[in-house]
């Protein structure tokens, strides 16, 4: 249920995005760092979203990777607390 939300969400939001830059065609200047230019609005904001993206799944990627690897740290404890539980000798 939680992914069905999730999709759903992410379908609206790309509808959001999408009827917002159609409605911004027009050219704008933009001043780069070295060079100013002419672009359409349609792609500035379709590429700031587009890295606004990829920022957070590269960051969430990265968190997501630190608690895997908590999660087998902590998994390898309990398998050897468990084993030296097993191989203690009974009074």
């Known amino acids: 249920m939680k992914g069905q939300t999730y999709f759903i969400l992410a379908i ?21 760092i070295f060079f100013q230019a002419a672009t359409p609005l349609i792609f ?8 606004g993206s990829l920022i957070t799944i590269l960051i969430g990627s990265i968190k997501y990777f630190k608690v895997k690897k908590l999660n087998k740290e902590l998994k390898n404890k309990i398998d050897q607390s468990d084993s030296m539980k097993e191989d203690k000798p009974k009074t």
Not at 12 to 32: Q, R
Not at 44 to 50: A, D, E, G, R
């Open 44 to 51: 500035i904001i379709l590429f700031s979203v587009l890295l």
């Open 12 to 32: 609206i939001f790309i509808i959001i995005i999408s009827i917002f830059s159609v409605a911004n065609v027009n050219s704008v200047e933009v001043d780069y």
